[in-house]
């Protein structure tokens, strides 16, 4: 299960936090990502974080305002969201996919690049929306 919060309305040049709260499995064996869907368009990747790691991976429209980052003990991702824009209003998406398995434990920044681009995460959450107003 992913449980996110944090998501409201700000101010263009304003800051939010949203975080995810994941129950339910290995966590140090997931990637995590977040994605989000403006009224009207297709869902997006925005960021992803290898568990295994810390690799991330950022969209190039977010990339230098955005951070995310996890605590293992509290199983939570995080995504940190500084200088929005009204092109940043969405749903915000966490989502997790299983990317150590048995033997297997990839590394890399692909991991996270990968889960971002195929955008077919196995478990999402049911969003938080952001408004940025101008």
């Known amino acids: 299960q992913l449980v996110e919060s944090g998501g409201g309305l700000v101010q263009a040049g304003g800051s939010l936090t949203l975080s995810c709260v994941a129950s339910?499995?290995?966590?140090?064996?997931?990637?995590f990502g977040w994605f989000r869907q403006a009224p009207g368009k297709e869902r997006e990747e925005v960021s992803c974080?290898?568990?295994?790691?810390?690799?991330?991976y950022f969209a190039d429209s977010v990339t230098g305002r955005f951070t995310i980052f996890i605590d293992k003990a509290k199983t939570t991702i995080f995504l940190r969201m500084n200088d929005l824009k009204p092109e940043d209003t969405a749903v915000y998406y966490c989502?997790?996919?299983?990317?150590?398995?048995?033997?297997?434990?990839?590394?890399?920044?692909?991991?996270?690049?990968?889960?971002?681009?195929?955008?077919?995460?196995?478990?999402w959450g049911q969003g938080t929306p952001v408004t940025v107003s101008s």
């Open positions: 974080i290898s568990a295994v790691d810390g690799a991330t």
């Open positions: 339910g499995f290995t966590f140090d064996n997931y990637g």
């Open positions: 989502a997790a996919d299983q990317v150590a398995v048995g033997g297997f434990v990839p590394r890399g920044e692909y991991v996270p690049r990968k889960l971002c681009m195929d955008r077919a995460p196995e478990r």
